[in-house]
């Protein structure tokens, strides 16, 4: 088990270092492909209602849902420690005659734990006006970290939970048929977040419990924890080092033998 | 016991080295070749239960008669929305239709009011008899949707299946006192995980207002129709949805304090928590174990603006150990947070590794809007893990190794230096030598 986690780390690294140039040893931004490549428009079709019945969805699948104005809508999918998770939901509302007014929608993401997880970037609520057609939203995570102190809300590798409502609209409006959307894709963001340590089980409800709720572990990929682009950073100082320290040396020797010696000794 | 214990810890630092030994053998996984981590299999669903339980309510009051949803009477569209999802229930969900409002005619209110009746039973799905059933309702009465809820509950009554009650209806309820959403709220808060779903027909603000209620009190939706393919799709779409497996929790009621909480082991609780009330509930955590729970508290009522949500993990002895905490403000269905205890394991005695007592304490901050009942309490719903501690960080940095141009630079001039400086050293010494 522990071998084959390191050797298909070991490969990782490998596809790393093959991948990289050798100028860049650096930042290695590369959109995630994040195993989750099922097809397009194969993602699920419903949404679940609660937190226990939310629709496990993978990352870069579309899934989409057709609800009442009103509905709260929850899908999960699960990120791993190194990636930055973005939320992108779109709501195709009524036609704008059968509306009365404005409406705002807004998107809440919350992990394993159920605590919610703000977001860094993006139009987590917005407002759609009375002749708006649909309305985007948006919602960029902080990068997951492998570990984090019981006493923070860092997001962790497990699951994420997406919530996707009306907070204000005109009292006629709702129950309205709408159509939902939500894909939720990574960044990968390298090693300047890679901390120590990792936790013992992703941060997927019920994973210790008897009860199967595996449906939400199906995206989870399992971690291998230890590996980052720190190792290459350090290893390449190390060569560096060595390089510099024979460079020194050499200095030292000079090209002939050393001016104090007497000549014949 | 405790040798394991340390057995593990030892062979975690084994793990450790054998790892930073990994970085090492890059250079033969570069040789190797790419060999894709093995993805997570994807897991089976749930074994086999009850088959769901599913009851159409359908209102087949007089109004019904009225012509307004794409040109046919409301009744028509319901008979022939109901046709096609009788067409679609899919086979593991035992269905049942009632009706209200169909059979008494006359002007006594008090008999009206007792007209709900179930028109097929709870059961495997004959769809021929179901809807040769359906067929024969023709606009009658009143519109008693307390009773039909509370019949439509006994109806579903027994076992542990997942419930669920879609109800359909033209106009509000004409036999106050009951208040249907009342009614609701007591049936949500007998624990048998029944959702009721609603949907109005051509709704007035009225009957919006009363049918949004029942939906919110169960946890259910509510859906505004206007067009006979709106009805079916809705319908069918709610029935499938009572297909879907899901885990259904343990109800339990929390103590007032510590000391008579009830004690948890992993899984999924229901709970009932009014407005201000604090519950306690208490899990055994061992060493080198981790605590993870996460509780949600659900708005079923209309409350005020401003609202939040506390849990904390305490000790026996009431210290406290971290917390989860979480405020909001405007619409919303629950608000929820939730704690991590991961506890060190126990270096040595077998005292030492004795689970601890870790307190639970859940609170909330919502506070009911004007004229809303605070009985029974919120919803509370509570999630307990128990899994094994993590490898607890040794630095910030993975590994504690370093990353950057500031890290090569330093790197490059300490090598240097040191490079420089054994060049001396060395020439030093042989010049020593060679004079001697």
């Not at chain 1, 609800?67 to 999918?77: I, R």
């Not at chain 2, 060493?287 to 009522?301: F, K, M, T, Y």
């Not at chain 2, 209309?302 to 026996?316: H, I, Q």
């Given at each position: 088990m522990r071998i084959t986690r390191i050797l298909a780390a070991g490969a990782l690294a490998a596809a790393a270092l093959l991948g990289a140039a050798p100028g860049a040893v650096a930042e290695s931004p590369s959109p995630s492909s994040s195993d989750g490549t099922a097809t397009e428009g194969g993602g699920p079709t419903e949404a679940g209602t609660t937190f226990r019945t939310a629709t496990p969805v993978r990352q870069g699948q579309l899934a989409t849902a057709n609800a009442s104005s009103g509905d709260y809508l929850y899908w999960v999918f699960t990120a791993d420690a190194g990636q930055r998770p973005t939320v992108r939901a779109t709501v195709t509302l009524p036609e704008s005659a059968a509306r009365h007014g404005a409406s705002t929608w807004r998107i809440d993401v919350y992990d394993g734990l159920r605590r919610r997880q703000p977001c860094m970037y993006g139009m987590q609520s917005r407002a759609a006006g009375a002749e708006a057609s649909s309305v985007d939203l948006a919602c960029t995570l902080r990068p997951v970290r492998s570990l984090a102190d019981p006493w923070e809300g860092d997001p962790l590798p497990g699951s994420y939970y997406v919530r996707l409502t009306v907070t204000a609209l005109p009292e006629e409006d709702l129950g309205l048929p709408v159509r939902a959307e939500m894909e939720a894709v990574s960044k990968e963001v390298g090693g300047a977040y890679a901390v120590d340590g990792a936790l013992a089980e992703p941060l997927v409800p019920g994973v210790s419990a008897k009860e199967q709720r595996n449906e939400e572990r199906a995206g989870l990929e399992v971690s291998t924890g230890w590996w980052s682009d720190r190792w290459l950073w350090t290893g390449a100082g190390a060569v560096l080092a060595a390089l510099a320290g024979v460079g020194g040396y050499v200095l030292t020797r000079g090209t002939g033998r050393p001016a104090r010696v007497p000549p014949g000794a | 016991m405790a040798l394991r214990r340390r057995l593990t810890t030892i062979r975690r630092m084994i793990t450790r080295k054998r790892l930073a030994a990994g970085a090492w053998a890059l250079l033969a996984a570069l040789v190797a070749g790419l060999a894709a981590p093995a993805p997570a299999t994807a897991a089976d669903g749930p074994a086999a239960k009850e088959p769901p339980k599913v009851e159409l309510v359908l209102d087949v009051s007089g109004s019904m008669r009225t012509r307004d949803i794409d040109g046919q009477s409301r009744m028509a569209a319901a008979k022939q929305a109901f046709n096609e999802v009788l067409d679609a229930v899919p086979e593991d969900v035992e269905l049942g239709i009632r009706t209200l409002g169909a059979d008494y005619p006359g002007e006594d209110r008090e008999r009206g009011c007792k007209d709900t009746r179930q028109l097929y039973p709870v059961g495997p799905l004959d769809r021929t008899e179901a809807k040769t059933a359906v067929a024969t309702l023709a606009p009658t009465g009143w519109t008693p949707i307390g009773p039909a809820l509370l019949g439509a509950a006994d109806d579903l009554a027994g076992g542990d299946a997942t419930r669920r009650i879609v109800l359909i209806t033209d106009g509000e309820d004409t036999c106050a006192p009951l208040d249907p959403c009342e009614v609701a709220r007591d049936i949500a808060a007998k624990g048998i995980h029944l959702v009721i779903d609603t949907l109005g027909l051509v709704p007035d603000a009225k009957t919006r207002a009363q049918l949004r209620c029942i939906a919110e009190a169960t946890g259910g939706t509510y859906t505004s129709v206007q067009h006979t393919e709106e009805l079916s799709g809705r319908v069918s779409q709610l029935v499938e949805r009572a297909a879907d497996p899901v885990v259904t929790p343990v109800p339990l009621e929390g103590a007032a304090r510590c000391a008579d909480a009830p004690v948890l082991t992993p899984g999924l609780y229901t709970d009932r928590e009014a407005f201000g009330e604090h519950r306690w509930y208490r899990v055994d955590v061992r060493p080198g174990q981790e605590l993870r729970a996460s509780v949600s508290i659900a708005a079923d009522r209309p409350v005020e603006r401003d609202y939040g949500v506390l849990m904390r993990a305490v000790t026996?002895?009431?210290?406290?150990i971290v917390r989860g905490s979480e405020a909001g403000d405007g619409r919303t269905d629950l608000i929820s947070t939730g704690l991590r205890y991961p506890k060190a394991p126990s270096d040595d005695d077998v005292e030492a590794s004795a689970a601890e007592v870790v307190c639970l304490q859940v609170s909330n901050s919502f506070s009911a809007a004007p004229g809303v009942t605070s009985e029974p309490g919120l919803p509370l719903e509570l999630t307990v893990d128990v899994v094994d501690a993590p490898d607890e960080a040794a630095d910030v940095a993975s590994f504690g190794l370093g990353r950057g141009w500031w890290l090569l630079g330093l790197l490059v001039v300490v090598g240097f230096a040191a490079g420089l400086l054994w060049g001396w050293v060395s020439r030093w010494r042989v010049a020593v030598w060679r004079t001697n």
């Amino acid at each position: 088990m522990r071998i084959t986690r390191i050797l298909a780390a070991g490969a990782l690294a490998a596809a790393a270092l093959l991948g990289a140039a050798p100028g860049a040893v650096a930042e290695s931004p590369s959109p995630s492909s994040s195993d989750g490549t099922a097809t397009e428009g194969g993602g699920p079709t419903e949404a679940g209602t609660t937190f226990r019945t939310a629709t496990p969805v993978r990352q870069g699948q579309l899934a989409t849902a057709n609800a009442s104005s009103g509905d709260y809508l929850y899908w999960v999918f699960t990120a791993d420690a190194g990636q930055r998770p973005t939320v992108r939901a779109t709501v195709t509302l009524p036609e704008s005659a059968a509306r009365h007014g404005a409406s705002t929608w807004r998107i809440d993401v919350y992990d394993g734990l159920r605590r919610r997880q703000p977001c860094m970037y993006g139009m987590q609520s917005r407002a759609a006006g009375a002749e708006a057609s649909s309305v985007d939203l948006a919602c960029t995570l902080r990068p997951v970290r492998s570990l984090a102190d019981p006493w923070e809300g860092d997001p962790l590798p497990g699951s994420y939970y997406v919530r996707l409502t009306v907070t204000a609209l005109p009292e006629e409006d709702l129950g309205l048929p709408v159509r939902a959307e939500m894909e939720a894709v990574s960044k990968e963001v390298g090693g300047a977040y890679a901390v120590d340590g990792a936790l013992a089980e992703p941060l997927v409800p019920g994973v210790s419990a008897k009860e199967q709720r595996n449906e939400e572990r199906a995206g989870l990929e399992v971690s291998t924890g230890w590996w980052s682009d720190r190792w290459l950073w350090t290893g390449a100082g190390a060569v560096l080092a060595a390089l510099a320290g024979v460079g020194g040396y050499v200095l030292t020797r000079g090209t002939g033998r050393p001016a104090r010696v007497p000549p014949g000794a | 016991m405790a040798l394991r214990r340390r057995l593990t810890t030892i062979r975690r630092m084994i793990t450790r080295k054998r790892l930073a030994a990994g970085a090492w053998a890059l250079l033969a996984a570069l040789v190797a070749g790419l060999a894709a981590p093995a993805p997570a299999t994807a897991a089976d669903g749930p074994a086999a239960k009850e088959p769901p339980k599913v009851e159409l309510v359908l209102d087949v009051s007089g109004s019904m008669r009225t012509r307004d949803i794409d040109g046919q009477s409301r009744m028509a569209a319901a008979k022939q929305a109901f046709n096609e999802v009788l067409d679609a229930v899919p086979e593991d969900v035992e269905l049942g239709i009632r009706t209200l409002g169909a059979d008494y005619p006359g002007e006594d209110r008090e008999r009206g009011c007792k007209d709900t009746r179930q028109l097929y039973p709870v059961g495997p799905l004959d769809r021929t008899e179901a809807k040769t059933a359906v067929a024969t309702l023709a606009p009658t009465g009143w519109t008693p949707i307390g009773p039909a809820l509370l019949g439509a509950a006994d109806d579903l009554a027994g076992g542990d299946a997942t419930r669920r009650i879609v109800l359909i209806t033209d106009g509000e309820d004409t036999c106050a006192p009951l208040d249907p959403c009342e009614v609701a709220r007591d049936i949500a808060a007998k624990g048998i995980h029944l959702v009721i779903d609603t949907l109005g027909l051509v709704p007035d603000a009225k009957t919006r207002a009363q049918l949004r209620c029942i939906a919110e009190a169960t946890g259910g939706t509510y859906t505004s129709v206007q067009h006979t393919e709106e009805l079916s799709g809705r319908v069918s779409q709610l029935v499938e949805r009572a297909a879907d497996p899901v885990v259904t929790p343990v109800p339990l009621e929390g103590a007032a304090r510590c000391a008579d909480a009830p004690v948890l082991t992993p899984g999924l609780y229901t709970d009932r928590e009014a407005f201000g009330e604090h519950r306690w509930y208490r899990v055994d955590v061992r060493p080198g174990q981790e605590l993870r729970a996460s509780v949600s508290i659900a708005a079923d009522r209309p409350v005020e603006r401003d609202y939040g949500v506390l849990m904390r993990a305490v000790t026996v002895h009431g210290r406290e150990i971290v917390r989860g905490s979480e405020a909001g403000d405007g619409r919303t269905d629950l608000i929820s947070t939730g704690l991590r205890y991961p506890k060190a394991p126990s270096d040595d005695d077998v005292e030492a590794s004795a689970a601890e007592v870790v307190c639970l304490q859940v609170s909330n901050s919502f506070s009911a809007a004007p004229g809303v009942t605070s009985e029974p309490g919120l919803p509370l719903e509570l999630t307990v893990d128990v899994v094994d501690a993590p490898d607890e960080a040794a630095d910030v940095a993975s590994f504690g190794l370093g990353r950057g141009w500031w890290l090569l630079g330093l790197l490059v001039v300490v090598g240097f230096a040191a490079g420089l400086l054994w060049g001396w050293v060395s020439r030093w010494r042989v010049a020593v030598w060679r004079t001697n």
